[in-house]
């Protein structure tokens, strides 16, 4: 009788956990607009209790998140996992308009392979700057908005394709390149990923 019902509740967790998981990501994804679709696996499902799990897939659109601090320990929600794979189009986060954002972790690596394409404009930076973001993330935002013409409304296009390692959580670039007006933006895509990753 005991084995039969823990081989239950085996089943009945199996069935139910994994999209109630789901669900609550979409939800926390779209708090502010925009479309989300999550997929979670994870055989037992009661890893999912404790943040791990075989794989999980986000796709999404037209998203709105606060811009993260860059110093969140997002990553411990992903490090669990397997595989993760999050692909975001049409993402609005602090002055960023991003219109692609990768991030994967194949099976058995621990590392993160992360792609964005984004934008911003000098007066949106200035802005954003001007009423949100101090401490070292301030200043590395104000070294970047230095280097263009106050107010411009020219967009200017930041490309970046890096790896990402999990220090405790805290997401660091390893390798890759992309700059903005000569200043690394190694933090900025940090704070980029903690706006992301922090909803899920």
Do not use: C, W
Request: aromatic share 6%.
């Amino acid at each position: 009788m005991v084995l039969a019902f823990l081989i239950l509740v085996l089943v009945v967790t199996q069935l139910v956990l994994p999209p109630i998981a789901a669900s609550r990501i979409e939800s926390r994804l779209t708090k502010n607009g925009g479309d989300a679709r999550v997929s979670v696996r994870a055989f037992p499902a009661l890893r999912l209790l404790f943040q791990h799990g075989d794989s999980l897939d986000v796709t999404g659109s037209g998203l709105n998140v606060p811009l993260g601090s860059g110093n969140q320990k997002v990553l411990d929600k992903l490090d669990g996992f397997d595989r993760v794979h999050i692909h975001l189009t049409g993402v609005t986060s602090g002055p960023f308009h991003t219109q692609s954002f990768t991030l994967d972790k194949a099976g058995g690596e621990a590392a993160y392979d992360l792609a964005v394409r984004a934008s911003f404009t000098p007066s949106a930076l200035a802005s954003y700057l001007g009423s949100s973001v101090g401490g070292p993330l301030g200043g590395l935002f104000g070294g970047i908005a230095g280097g263009f013409v106050p107010g411009g409304t020219q967009p200017v296009p930041v490309t970046v394709d890096v790896r990402l390692e999990s220090d405790n959580g805290t997401p660091r670039v390893t390798s890759g390149a992309g700059t903005v007006a000569g200043v690394p933006m190694g933090p900025v895509l940090e704070a980029v990923v903690a706006a992301v990753v922090a909803r899920l």
